[in-house]
């Protein structure tokens, strides 16, 4: 019902630019914290930037400069303008949403995307 769709992945050389897409769809009130997080094979899942309902954002230590999260909230659809990349970058991305199915209710129920690959090379 309540799904949340990554787009924008892809190969680029290092250097490059890319943007990622994550459309949240369904029946839904509002949603609230959105954000990005990244994995490679072997690793755990980090987080990569992350953009509160009121528009305020975090990034990761390692990207910070470079990428940029912002949300569109009339779209219900979170960005990450992703700069500079560079090929420790490479890695699937998945998209998170706080997302508040109903008016008033008080915790929102979390959700993933199924994740875009990010492929960054030298």
């Known amino acids: 019902q309540v799904q949340l769709l990554e787009s924008g992945g892809g190969l680029v050389q290092a250097g490059g630019s890319l943007r990622l897409s994550c459309a949240a769809s369904?029946?839904?009130?509002?949603?609230?914290?959105m954000g990005w997080y990244r994995q490679t094979p072997g690793k755990q899942r980090e987080l990569v930037a992350t953009?509160?309902?009121?528009?305020?954002?975090n990034y990761a230590d390692s990207v910070k400069g470079r990428f940029t999260i912002s949300r569109d909230n009339a779209k219900n659809t979170v960005y990450l303008q992703m700069n500079s990349l560079k090929p420790e970058d490479t890695a699937v991305y998945y998209c998170?949403?706080?997302?508040?199915?109903?008016?008033?209710?008080?915790?929102?129920?979390?959700?993933w995307g199924q994740g875009t690959q990010v492929t960054v090379s030298s």
């Open positions: 998170n949403a706080d997302l508040f199915k109903r008016r008033y209710q008080s915790r929102p129920d979390n959700y």
């Open positions: 369904g029946s839904m009130f509002g949603i609230g914290a």
């Open positions: 953009v509160t309902a009121g528009g305020s954002t």
